[in-house]
């Protein structure tokens, strides 16, 4: 029998941990197992259901990488992020707008780095702590912490 | 003009990939320290090859890197081959002797592409790979007074002050303070709490920095088992920031048997050390990707 522990289920990403279709595909083998389990006398020959099993196939498996906005205007709330490059501020011209007089029309760009993002600071006046580090740049990593002004991010390093 | 500091290679002793690491990266010690135009490069430890593909990203027409090696330790030079700038013959690499006419650091970097290490010998690299010194001490280059002080460490290595217009950063790695200590061993140990009499003439050569980054391998706690292995306990370089007046310490030269959550236990010992002597010292530990811009 196959349980998915119930804090997973829980989980909001959970239905991006695992796509439904694996599931389902995880679920169909788990119940196929069961058969040659149940005993089976040995004169049965070569053919037996074990040797039916297919392989599963590598999955592709993805999930967005995520700023989680826990403090600042617009806060709680969930930024998936995506494309090359993204522009963060106070102006509504930006990518991801964040409507504080704390933060710099343009503040930070995101910019796509080795599989996760690199923040840049864009001369803002309020600057980009990292982890209570005032950094020109950064590379992030998954549980960083970044504050611009008022507003506070938990980065969750997707795949 | 600021002066803009990104490290490239945090680790000590040897690379250390994997999950455990992530954070604060796993390449050996490499910095790269940019004022106007001019690069310096602090060591070339495996974080240097990662550098040098960054640098041919960056629109520049040619390349020139001033060199500043601490010593020749392995994690201080096994980068310098996969630099690919070095094959590019527009490009030049000055590599600087501590003192007039000293032209070790260039023939030992030569050493290490001999056959029998690696299959590119030194003359095939194409770029201007010049030997060059730092005169008695002291050199302006490019505006920029750097200074170097010699430290405790197997062998003998340096560490480099660079200043320009009131700001000044010093990076100083691979120095076990703690044998320079005014107090023995055994005085040390009975009060680990109090402040430890660091040298006058290191307190002075870092006095006032804007940013130090300075080996700070050990605990206080691992430090007993390590004495003349060439590293400091992390809470002496804490006690040497102080007494000069740092503003920000980035611990550097991250052991290789630390994760990144020891790393961060060491932040905290290191903070809290800094708060008992009532100093506004900020103090983080290196980590790969990450940029300091200093004005
Ligand atoms: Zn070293
Ligand atoms: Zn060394």
């Known amino acids: ?159 | 003009m600021a002066f803009f500091v990104r490290f490239w290679g945090t680790r000590g002793s040897i690379p250390t990939p994997g999950r455990t690491t992530n954070k604060y990266g796993g390449n050996t010690s490499c910095v790269e320290i940019r004022v106007d135009d001019t690069l310096f490069v602090c060591d070339g430890g495996t974080g240097l090859r990662e550098l040098g593909v960054d640098l041919l990203r960056r629109d520049m027409p040619n390349i020139t890197a001033h060199f500043l090696f601490s010593h020749m330790h392995w994690d201080h030079i096994q980068g310098f081959p996969f630099f690919t700038p070095a094959y590019i013959p527009v490009n030049t690499c000055n590599i600087y002797g501590t003192s007039a006419g000293d032209h070790r650091f260039h023939s030992l970097l030569s050493g290490q592409m001999r056959s029998d290490y690696f299959p590119v010998d030194f003359s095939e690299l194409r770029s201007h790979i010049l030997a060059t010194d730092l005169d008695d001490g002291k050199r302006p280059i490019d505006g920029v007074r750097v200074r170097w002080f010699e430290q405790r460490h197997p062998g003998s290595s340096y560490a480099y002050s660079l200043e320009k217009n009131g700001v000044k950063v010093v990076y100083a790695t691979d120095n076990e303070i703690d044998l320079t200590l005014a107090k023995t061993f055994d005085e040390i140990q009975s009060d680990l709490e109090k402040q430890r009499e660091v040298p006058e003439t290191l307190v002075e050569f870092v006095r006032g920095a804007d940013l130090l980054i300075a080996d700070a391998q050990y605990t206080d706690l691992e430090y007993p088992k390590h004495v003349g292995w060439g590293h400091p306990r992390a809470t002496t370089v804490v006690d040497l920031a102080v007494l000069a007046g740092v503003k920000q310490l980035a611990l550097f030269h991250h052991d290789p048997m630390h994760s990144d959550a020891d790393v961060e236990a060491i932040v905290q010992q290191c903070r809290a050390r800094a708060r008992l002597f009532g100093s506004p010292l900020f103090t983080f530990a290196a980590r790969e990707g990450l940029e300091l811009k200093l004005e």
């Open chain 1, 1 to 159: 029998m196959l349980r998915w522990p119930s804090p997973f289920r829980q989980s909001a990403l959970a239905s991006q941990c695992v796509p439904r279709y694996a599931r389902t595909e995880l679920l169909r083998i788990a119940r196929h197992q069961k058969t040659p389990m149940s005993h089976e006398p040995e004169q049965s020959g070569w053919h037996t259901e074990e040797a039916e099993i297919p392989l599963l196939q590598a999955m592709p498996f993805s999930r967005p990488h995520v700023l989680q906005q826990i403090r600042g205007p617009g806060s709680p709330a969930i930024l998936e992020l995506s494309g090359e490059s993204l522009v963060l501020g106070r102006s509504p011209e930006t990518d991801i707008h964040i409507p504080s007089p704390s933060l710099s029309r343009t503040h930070m760009r995101l910019e796509r780095y080795q599989g996760t993002y690199r923040v840049i600071d864009l001369d803002s006046s309020n600057g980009v702590y990292l982890n209570e580090i005032r950094v020109h740049s950064a590379v992030l990593r998954d549980g960083d912490t970044l504050q611009l002004g008022n507003a506070v991010f938990i980065y969750h390093e997707g795949k």
